[in-house]
């Protein structure tokens, strides 16, 4: 004989759970076991309090239908217990109890328990309680999975990311650099990268793309492919940006946007020539005093055709320090969402003692993060130290 999907006890549906019965009265875990018998799901018994909180800890049971008025330790004490343990915490617990007072089940919730069915109990009340919150716990379960494998799988992506950055970065003879890269979730959008260009020329390129998560992530991805793709020796600083913006012709008239300032910085002239699309301009430090370097900027990159990018050129002194940074350092927030600004960035390198690159980016992340106090940062952090011996 067949029978019909609609006929079908929705009970029996259920993936198979395990369910403690508490109760120090025989004749109640005869009712309950009766109960619950036929669902498809494993039944345990304990009689006491010390009997439950042993098999919990042991088999970590799904669901608790928890007697409360039980001798030596009673249903509350047993719930506190099973709730303080990070191994049976998660365990839902229901209470079955005479008492109906408010404070009762209040008392008994505030302990971390997910429902209370007060005795004599109903069949069809435990049963449909039971299946409600083994529902939710298999929910729960199921949350916590994809979020564990999204969790692997974006650690995977960060982990590939930073390999796509230079390291190490090059130690050419009379240059140093250093770089300190945070972003403010697994991926980001800011990128920066030192190539040789000549026997005494280095590029320099530092890049902040709109937004930060996977979409930036793939587009910075392919604008370092792209830098790298880049025809000839990368010399002309106005025609690297020019070339990455158009093999993003597809993107332009989009949301998506990419700020960019490229450089190429001379080891024996001390000379730094440099384009900026709508990027932050770098910061000079020359001996103890700081000041801005302002190279003629256009808009940023990505959005439309850029038939002229202008470029500007400043002479070095040995000694020098130059600052390359993303604006997620200076927007960075205070608990009292104060911004730290170029302002707290330029003081930060006021105050540095001067003992090279690496100490110099250690010194600014330590201020920056004295200055959010921990907070967690809005926005990806780049910053990229050129250092000239002196």
Request: glycine residues 6%.
């Amino acid at each position: 004989m067949s029978t019909s999907a609609s006929s079908v006890d929705p009970v029996r549906l259920v993936v198979p759970s395990t369910i403690l019965v508490v109760d120090d009265s025989p004749v109640n875990i005869q009712v309950l076991v009766r109960t619950l018998d036929g669902t498809g799901h494993r039944i345990l018994v304990a009689t006491n309090g010390k009997s439950a909180i042993e098999i919990a800890y042991r088999t970590h049971p799904d669901l608790i239908l928890l007697d409360v008025m039980m001798p030596e330790i009673d249903g509350f004490e047993v719930c506190r217990r099973i709730k303080s343990d990070a191994s049976t915490q998660d365990i839902a617990v229901i209470f079955l109890s005479a008492l109906g007072e408010v404070a009762d089940k209040v008392a008994g919730l505030q302990l971390g328990a997910v429902d209370y069915i007060t005795k004599p109990i109903q069949a069809e009340e435990v049963l449909a309680r039971v299946s409600n919150h083994l529902a939710v716990r298999r929910l729960e379960r199921e949350v916590r999975k994809s979020r564990d494998e999204l969790e692997k799988e974006l650690t995977s992506a960060a982990e590939m990311q930073r390999l796509i950055l230079p390291r190490p970065l090059p130690r050419p003879d009379g240059m140093r650099f250093a770089a300190y890269y945070e972003t403010s979730r697994h991926v980001g959008g800011d990128y920066y990268d030192v190539v040789r260009v000549s026997d005494d020329e280095f590029g320099i390129l530092i890049v902040d793309v709109s937004g930060h998560g996977a979409s930036s992530a793939i587009v910075m991805a392919m604008i370092r492919a792209v830098f790298h793709a880049c025809p000839g020796a990368k010399t002309d600083p106005a025609g690297v940006l020019q070339f990455i913006n158009r093999q993003f012709s597809f993107m332009w008239g989009s949301s998506m946007l990419a700020t960019a300032f490229y450089a190429v910085v001379s080891a024996k002239s001390l000379r730094i020539r440099g384009a900026c699309c709508g990027h932050l301009p770098p910061l000079l430090l020359r001996r103890g005093n700081v000041e801005l370097l302002q190279f003629e900027a256009t808009c940023p990159l990505l959005l439309m055709e850029l038939e002229s990018i202008p470029c500007s050129e400043f002479v070095l002194d040995r000694g020098d320090c130059v600052l390359f940074y993303t604006d997620g350092v200076t927007e960075c927030e205070d608990s009292s969402e104060n911004m730290y600004e170029i302002e707290g960035l330029m003081k930060a390198l006021r105050l540095y003692a001067g003992q090279g690159p690496e100490k110099l980016v250690e010194f600014l992340s330590e201020d920056l993060n004295r200055f959010s106090r921990g907070r967690e940062i809005a926005d990806d952090c780049t910053l990229l130290v050129l250092s000239l011996d002196a």
